[in-house]
């Protein structure tokens, strides 16, 4: 198995790294805060380790788990680090009201993001539609990705398939919007229709 490296140790964060470890990689726990690092690889138990927030991962798979507003500084610390790494951003860029997203027309998170990065880091967009504690409850669950480099989204397939994750390709990175905006969805249907946040976007292909 790989080492996966997760900057972030928020909730979001803690599900992924718990998924990653149960399947048997090493996971690099990254976050401003050493000791909120040191807590996550502590609670994972399972050969976790901690690296310097702004140094270059030790993994070739990066997962961005911060808040978006916070990613842009997060690709800023990091610079020349992420080159030739693979970043999947998890992030959905939504309102603090929920009234929409606050990315630009016609841009995503995820194609802000990579904006920040040196030319040789590819950015897919992954999880931004899966609750944390549903997937932190196990399952195989479908997880739409999106990115304009065949190479890292095929890497990220593999890798989701190790989770038990069944990867499903939407496009090319622009398609990060719309998925995006199916976070957004997924908000509020939890709140709205179906009354409870243990949901899970499922394709049925007959």
């Known amino acids: 198995m790989s080492t996966i490296s997760i900057i972030g140790a928020g909730t979001m964060a803690t599900a992924i790294a718990g998924r990653i470890a149960n399947a048997g990689h090493t996971v690099e726990v990254v976050n401003l ?12 138990a399972a050969g ?6 702004g140094a270059a991962p030790a993994g070739d798979i990066v997962i961005l788990a911060v808040p978006y507003t916070s990613a ?14 693979v970043i999947i951003d998890i992030t959905n860029p939504v309102a603090p009201d929920l009234s929409g997203l606050v990315t630009p027309s016609g841009s995503s ?8 990065l040196p030319a040789g880091a590819h950015v897919v967009k992954a999880f ?18 999106a990115g304009d480099n065949a190479e890292a989204k095929g890497r990220v397939s593999t890798f989701l398939e190790s989770l038990g994750l069944r990867p499903l390709d939407v496009g090319g990175l622009q398609m990060a919007q719309t998925l995006e905006a199916l976070g957004l969805m997924m908000i509020g249907l939890a709140k709205n229709g179906a009354g ?9 292909i007959g």
């Open 72 to 85: 842009a500084a997060v690709m800023a610390d990091y610079g020349d680090a992420l080159d030739g790494k």
């Open 196 to 204: 409870s946040w243990d949901i899970a976007m499922h394709v049925d």
């Open 33 to 44: 805060d050493p000791a909120k690092a040191r807590a996550l690889a502590d609670q994972l």
């Open 109 to 116: 998170g995820a194609q802000e993001t990579a904006k920040g």
């Open 48 to 53: 976790a380790t901690t690296g310097t927030y």
């Open 128 to 145: 931004n539609t899966i609750f944390g504690h549903v997937l932190a409850k196990g399952g195989r669950l479908d997880a739409f990705i």
